[in-house]
C-alpha cells in the first residue's frame, strides 16, 4: 500500500517536510524489508532524525539526530521508544516543550520526567484530535 494512504494521523497535521521524509523512508523500508510493521518503524526512526512529536503533531528539531536510544539504531527493533519525543534534547528544551503543552509540576521535574510527562501530553493531545 503506498505510504500517503497510511500517513499517520499526528503526520497528517504536521509540516509537509516531515510528511514528506515519512513517506520517503517508509517506501523505501518497503522495498527493502516488505510491507509492515518493520517499514513502520523504519519510517518513524528516520522521522525522528529530524522532527520531535510535540502535542498532536511533529515540528522540526533545532538540531539533527536521534531522539532517543531505540532511534540511534541503524535497524530499528521493537522496543521502548520515547514516542517521538526529543530526549536527547536538553533539559531547558524540553522544559520549554512541557511549557508549551501546559504540563504542571515541569519545573521541578527532572529531565527523564519532562520526558515522560510530555510523552502523556502528546498522547492526551493526539487522542483529542482523532476524537474531533
Known amino acids: 500500500m503506498p505510504a500517503r494512504q497510511e500517513l499517520p494521523d499526528t503526520l ?8 514528506r521524509t515519512w513517506i520517503k523512508a ?14 513502520h518503524r523504519t519510517a518513524n526512526a528516520a522521522l525522528k532524525h529530524s522532527f520531535e512529536k510535540v502535542g498532536d503533531h511533529w515540528e522540526p528539531k533545532a538540531e539533527k539526530g536521534p531522539s532517543d536510544r531505540q532511534a540511534e539504531k541503524s535497524t530499528p527493533k521493537p522496543g521502548k521508544t520515547a514516542e517521538g519525543v526529543d530526549a536527547n534534547a536538553s533539559k531547558q528544551h524540553l522544559y520549554e516543550v512541557a511549557k508549551r503543552l501546559e504540563v504542571p509540576g515541569r519545573s521541578s521535574m527532572s529531565k527523564p520526567e519532562l520526558v515522560e510527562a510530555i510523552k502523556k501530553a502528546n ?5 483529542k484530535a482523532r476524537s474531533k
Open 12 to 19: 497528517k497535521r504536521s509540516p509537509k517536510k516531515a510528511q
Open 26 to 39: 517508509h517506501d523505501s523500508a518497503v522495498e527493502q524489508y516488505g510491507e509492515g510493521e518493520r517499514a
Open 123 to 127: 498522547r492526551r493531545a493526539s487522542a
